[in-house]
């Protein structure tokens, strides 16, 4: 009785932000604390990057568009908004590469491209023999010296070759970071293929022995998909999240430009309205150049100055059935950077994902723009609608213009993790605890950047500042 209550201030409305200052105030009635929690987000809308479009019947993701089933928490955030009944799986179906120009189904029991079976990758057509003699040497290789991290491409070329790493496991890899696998790091990134090589040596006995071995009746038990969504889209994540958050807590349109610790170890946000908030503890959830920006008075921010984003942009494109000349039986392709195309993945969603798609009509969505590749992003609507059309009916075939086209650009929008980045992070976040208590970092800038990592780190933050405003 007569304590002040103490301030929380979450910046970013993205869903690292959303499940912050949910999970703050569940835990604020449930405990009964003493603190009052407030979201700051500067554009008009919540959601940051996942941002569905429901027209005609479509459901259509500007940004990410569904995520992994096997990581729990965004199952368990959904659950916990009363939206767990929404929940809805891909369909399977056979998968392409296309490699210089030519399309390739997907080798059987290929993981991330390291092959798990055997048969499949003798004979398929999208290696020679040569590159597959090469990958065979991981059978005999001896397992990596590297102590501290090591850049993703050179891990996978030294166990399986170019060869393989470019028309298959570069490919799938960049279609999740859109980055240079040159640069990414390998303990950032994917540490389990580095914890595979160090237990079994060889990566593709390790990983046959570390997978669930897949029933030998394929054709009797139907492969299930490993991702979710929501049946209305993504941001229905979004949408029952905001329902839940406290009447008044959640500020709109407004930026936090600066950030200032005060004599009482209290942060003083300067905010684009001239307006000023007072916080006792602050979670940053925006991109780390944002958060860089935002205290340019330490130093210890530098690293997130030289940490590239890459941009991208999606192309949702829907058509009647009939315009599709050659239709492939399959759920998409991703394509290799040695092949003559701009876009780099092409997703069949009304067969990945019928729920989105009206019947008779089709919806394709395209990637464009990756590491080295990222001019095409800035170009107009039109002439992108022109470029990935034209790549489309290299392989397609299609006869008519399409109904209609969403272009979504992404600008700087993919972090990415390059080698050492946990080790900086480490160092940063070092120094954040001494030099500004109460500060938390959690997004997809730092620790993972699929939309249950993203939760999962919303999640500790929330912990970090519970355990500090107890303290
Ligand atoms: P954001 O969504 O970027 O939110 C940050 C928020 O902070 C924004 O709303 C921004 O406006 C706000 N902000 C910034 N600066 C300030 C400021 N100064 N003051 C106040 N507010 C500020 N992940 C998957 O799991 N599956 C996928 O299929 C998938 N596909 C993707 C496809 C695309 C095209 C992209 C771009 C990403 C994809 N991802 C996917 C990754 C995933 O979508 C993101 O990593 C995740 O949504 C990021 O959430 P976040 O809350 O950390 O950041």
């Known amino acids: 009785v007569g304590e002040a209550k103490k301030n929380i201030v979450v910046i970013g409305g993205g869903i690292t932000g959303l499940t912050t200052a949910y999970y703050l105030q569940k835990a604020a009635k449930e405990q009964e604390l003493p603190i009052e929690v407030k979201l700051i987000e500067a554009t008009h809308r919540l959601g940051g990057k996942i941002q569905t479009v429901r027209k005609d019947g479509f459901i259509i993701e500007r940004g990410p568009d569904s995520f992994l089933e096997r990581k729990k928490s965004a199952s368990r955030l959904a659950t916990d908004v009363g939206i767990a009944d929404q929940l809805i799986r891909n369909a399977t179906g056979q998968s392409y590469v296309l490699v210089k120009g030519k399309m390739y189904p997907m080798p059987g029991g290929s993981i991330m491209g390291i092959p798990t079976q055997i048969a499949p990758f003798i004979m398929t057509g999208l290696f020679s023999i040569p590159g597959k003699l090469r990958a065979a040497a991981d059978f005999v290789l001896p397992k990596s010296k590297e102590e501290g991290d090591q850049a993703l491409g050179l891990f996978f070329r030294r166990r399986l070759g170019d060869e393989v790493v470019e028309n298959l496991v570069e490919p799938l890899l960049s279609g999740i970071y859109a980055g240079d696998i040159d640069q990414l790091s390998l303990m950032a990134t994917f540490p389990q293929f580095y914890q595979v090589e160090q237990k079994y040596r060889s990566l593709i006995l390790g990983m046959k022995k570390s997978v669930p071995s897949t029933p030998k009746s394929s054709s009797s038990e139907k492969k299930k998909g490993i991702f979710l969504t929501f049946r209305n889209g993504l941001e229905s994540l979004v949408e029952a999240i905001e329902k839940k958050l406290e009447a008044g807590s959640v500020i ?119 590491a080295g590749e990222e001019t095409v992003v800035d170009l107009s609507d039109v002439e992108i609608e022109r470029i990935v059309l034209e790549d489309l009916n290299k392989t397609m ?53 699929g939309v249950p990592d993203c939760i999962d780190q919303g999640e500790a933050a929330v912990q970090e500042v519970l355990q500090y405003i107890k303290a």
């Open 397 to 449: 075939n299609l006869n008519k213009k399409p109904d209609f086209t969403i272009v979504s650009r992404w600008k700087k929008s993919m972090p990415q993790y390059t080698v050492g980045h946990q080790d900086r992070m480490n160092s940063i976040q070092k120094n954040i605890q001494k030099e500004l208590p109460g500060v938390f970092l959690a997004g997809s800038s730092f620790r993972g950047l």
């Open 252 to 370: 709109k349109g407004v930026r936090v430009e600066k950030i200032e610790k005060t004599a009482k170890s209290q942060y003083q946000l300067s905010l684009n309205n001239q307006k000023v908030l007072v916080a006792d503890s602050i979670v940053l959830t925006v991109p780390h150049l944002s958060v860089q920006s935002m205290m340019p008075q330490y130093s210890f921010f530098a690293p997130f100055k030289q940490m590239p984003a890459t941009s991208v942009a999606t192309v949702a494109m829907s058509f009647s059935e009939e315009a599709i000349q050659t239709d492939i039986e399959g759920t998409g392709f991703v394509v290799s950077r040695n092949s003559d195309y701009t876009i780099t993945a092409c997703t069949w969603t009304h067969k990945k994902w019928p729920h989105t798609t009206p019947k008779g009509k089709v919806l394709l969505r395209c990637y464009v723009g990756r």
